[in-house]
T-cell receptor, first 109, second 115 residues
Framework: RKEVEQDPGPFNVPEGATVAFNCTYSNSASQSFFWYRQDCRKEPKLLMSVYSSGNEDGRFTAQLNRASQYISLLIRDSKLSDSATYLCVVNGGDYKLSFGAGTTVTVRA | DAGVTQSPTHLIKTRGQQVTLRCSPKSGHDTVSWYQQALGQGPQFIFQYYEEEERQRGNFPDRFSGHQFPNYSSELNVNALLLGDSALYLC??????????????FGEGSWLTVV
């Protein structure tokens, strides 16, 4: 079983729409959770950390459900510039980050 | 302030050859991690170097080796290249002694094609 699994998408949404997707992780001892964004053929960049109480960063909302071992990301009022691959990332308390394969989002005009 | 820099950006090698990839961490960072990202996959952890020692290693064969220099820069070496080694190799640096997801910065990567 993969450490982090994501719905690959693609999610194709119009500008202004709301899009949401999840990931699940297998290690119940995981301690830190993140969403990274990766543009085509570029390096991953931190989008936001994910906290147990849920957190927002502008149009982005992340949720963590430790009991069910899943993490979600919601994007409101989608912009063309939100088109990217979103990587779910988990840290199990060591020095390794475990990445999902990514969810592709395309926002169309 | 330069971020994480990697070289070369692209290279093509033949099966069985050896390759060395280089990474200079972000200023003030002393910890370097290497990741392999195959097409359509997420990055996979290869290993992390701290104080010139390999601190943690992922599930990669011994053909993958590394080194960290006193100036914190690092090299990734891959011997006996296989077609399956074709990937984007990402170097990431982080703050002193750390390496967690919100304090790690990636370079633009080295694209390796094995033919």
């Amino acid at each position: 079983r993969k450490e982090v699994e994501q719905d690959p998408g693609p999610f194709n949404v119009p500008e202004g729409a709301t899009v949401a997707f999840n990931c699940t992780y297998s290690n119940s001892a995981s301690q830190s959770f993140f969403w990274y964004r990766q543009d085509c053929r570029k390096e991953p960049k931190l989008l936001m950390s994910v906290y147990s109480s849920g957190n927002e960063d502008g149009r982005f909302t992340a949720q963590l459900n430790r009991a069910s071992q899943y993490i979600s990301l919601l994007i409101r009022d989608s912009k063309l510039s939100d088109s990217a691959t979103y990587l779910c990332v988990v840290n199990g308390g060591d020095y390794k980050l475990s990445f999902g394969a990514g969810t592709t989002v395309t926002v169309r005009a | 302030d330069a971020g994480v820099t990697q070289s070369p950006t692209h290279l093509i090698k033949t099966r069985g050859q050896q390759v060395t990839l280089r990474c200079s961490p972000k200023s003030g960072h002393d910890t370097v991690s290497w990741y392999q990202q195959a097409l359509g996959q997420g990055p996979q952890f290869i290993f992390q170097y701290y104080e010139e020692e390999e601190r943690q290693r992922g599930n990669f064969p011994d053909r993958f080796s590394g080194h960290q220099f006193p100036n914190y820069s690092s090299e990734l070496n891959v011997n006996a290249l296989l077609l399956g080694d074709s990937a984007l190799y990402l170097c990431a640096s982080s703050l002193p002694g750390q390496g967690f997801g919100n304090t790690i910065y990636f370079g633009e990567g080295s694209w390796l094609t094995v033919v």
